[in-house]
């Protein structure tokens, strides 16, 4: 799992599609998305720390960028 694509298949696989047109809030129901399946143990923990990973990295670029924009 390299991209937050590689996220969005990865729910998708679920039968979860997350799109609000908000990217942050995006970035965060996928967050919650993810921590449901590994509690659940349908996810392994490796691909659980890497999606939280690059949620966690996007999440913080896009906070940033809303930062500059002000």
Excluded: H, P
């Excluded at 679920?14 to 449901?36: P, Q, S, W």
């Excluded at 509690?39 to 940033?64: C, G, H, P």
């Amino acid at each position: 799992m390299e991209t937050i694509y590689d996220i969005q298949q990865l729910l998708k696989r679920f039968g979860t599609i997350i799109y609000t047109g908000d990217r942050l809030a995006d970035l965060e129901l996928m967050e919650a998305e993810v921590k449901e399946l590994y509690q659940a143990q349908f996810i392994e923990t490796n691909e659980y720390q890497m999606a939280l990973l690059l949620l966690r990295q996007e999440a913080s670029r896009v906070r940033d960028k809303k930062g500059e924009g002000s």
